[in-house]
C-alpha cells in the first residue's frame, strides 16, 4: 500500500540506526552499487540490496540515465522480497512522493516557486513543478496580469482563451496556495506573492491621493505606473519601496483615447489621483485631474443644435464624433439604412455637420443625427 506524501513519510537517512524491517512504502535512501541495462541495484545498508528494474525501470528511465555508481538515491519500496531476494524499488513514485512533501514544506513556508506556463483551459493557465502537474487559476493572476484578463471576461469563451495562451512559454513567480497530495491537487497563486510584497504598504495609500511616477508599461488596456511608497524618514530615501497601479484607458482624458502609446510613453514621468484601492490593486486616473470638459456641455448645446464634427472611428455601434470641445459624440448605425451606408458616408477623417438629437452630461454621451444629402 502505497504511503502518501501528506502521512509525513521520513526518508531513512542512515539505514544502520534502524534494526526493523523494512515496509511497502517507505522511502530509502541507498547507494548506487551496479547499473545494468535494464535494471539499477542499490545498497540498502542493513537492509540488504534493492533492485529497481523492470516496470520501475522503464518509468524512471529519463532519471537513471543521469546516475552513475556510488550515487545516493531515494527509492520507495514495492515489494519487500523478490524471488531473487532483492527489495524491489521504485524511484520514479519516491520521487514524486518527495516532490509533494515538498509542496507541502514549500506552501508552510510561503517559499516562491518558478513554473513555466504549458497551457491553457477557461479557468486559467497549465504547468508542472518537477513533473507534478499544477494548475495556476486566472483568479490567482497577479494585477498586472488580471487587469488585462478582465477586459477579456466582457468576451466569449474563444476571446478569453486567446489572451491565455499569450502565457505560454512565460515563467511565473508564484506560491503554493492549495496542495492535497491524496488527491494530487495543486493549485498555484501569483497573486498571493504579489500580496504579500505590496500589503504592508497600502495602507500608506488612499483614494484621492495624488501620487507621482513613472510609466512602466503600456498595454491595450491602459498603463501601469509605478511610484514610490511614502517614507517615515530621510534615512529610508535611499532604500525606496516602489508600487504599481493601473490607469486605465477610460480614465486618461475626457475624451474617448482609442491608442494608449499616443498618449503616454513608456519612462514618461506624470502625476496621476488614486481613484480606487480594491483586493492590493490600486486603480488611478489622469482625468480627475484635469477639468471636466462635459460640465459646461448642457449649458452651451441643447438638443436641436446643429453641430460639425470630425468622424475618428466607425464600428457595429455607429460612427464616433469629435466635437469642437474636445468630446466624442456618437451617430449611431440606427441613423443608416445600413451598415454599408453608413461607411460610405462617414468616412474616417473627414468633417460633417450633425444634429443633436440626445444629450446627458452626466452619462458622458451626445447623439448625433447626420445632416448629409
Known sequence: MEIDASDNVDVLKNQDDFLKPAK??????????????????????????????GKEFYE??????????GDSVSSKVVAI??????????????????????????????EDIKVK????????????????????????????????????????????????????????????????????KLILSEKAKEIENIGEFLVKFKQGDIIEGTISKIVAFGAFIRFPVPQENKED????????????????DWQVVEDPNKFLK???????????????RIFLSLKSLKKNVWEDVEKKYKIGDKIKGKVVKVNAFGAFILL??????????????????????????????????????????????PLIK
Open 266 to 280: 513608456v519612462n514618461q514621468k506624470i502625476k496621476a489621483q488614486i481613484i480606487k484601492i480594491e483586493d492590493s
Open 237 to 252: 530615501e535611499e532604500d525606496l519601496k516602489m508600487i504599481e497601479g493601473l490607469i486605465h484607458i477610460s480614465e486618461f
Open 117 to 184: 506556463i504549458l497551457g491553457v483551459n477557461k479557468g486559467g493557465l497549465l504547468t508542472k513543478y518537477k513533473g507534478v502537474p499544477a494548475f495556476l487559476p486566472a483568479s490567482q493572476l497577479s494585477s498586472s496580469h488580471s487587469f488585462q484578463l478582465s477586459i477579456s471576461r466582457a468576451h466569449d469563451q474563444s476571446e478569453i482563451l486567446k489572451e491565455f495562451q499569450k502565457f505560454i512559454g512565460q515563467e511565473i513567480e508564484v506560491k503554493v496556495f492549495e496542495v492535497i497530495p491524496k488527491d494530487k
Open 60 to 69: 524512471s528511465k529519463t532519471e537513471l540515465e543521469d546516475l552513475i555508481k
Open 324 to 369: 469642437p470641445i474636445e468630446i466624442q459624440g456618437l451617430c449611431h448605425i440606427s441613423e443608416f439604412e445600413t451598415k454599408k451606408e453608413m461607411t460610405e458616408k462617414m468616412e474616417i477623417g473627414k468633417t460633417y455637420e450633425f444634429e443633436i438629437i440626445a444629450l446627458s452630461a452626466k452619462d458622458y454621451k451626445i447623439g448625433l443625427h
Open 81 to 110: 522480497e523478490n524471488e531473487d531476494g532483492y527489495v524491489e524499488l521504485s524511484l520514479s513514485k519516491a520521487s514524486k512522493e518527495l516532490v509533494w512533501k515538498e509542496l507541502v514544506e514549500k506552501k508552510e513556508s510561503k
Open 24 to 53: 511497502i512504502g517507505d522511502i530509502l535512501k541507498g547507494t548506487i552499487i551496479g547499473i545494468g541495462r535494464s535494471s539499477v541495484f542499490v545498497d540498502l545498508g542493513i537492509l540488504g540490496t534493492g533492485i529497481i528494474y
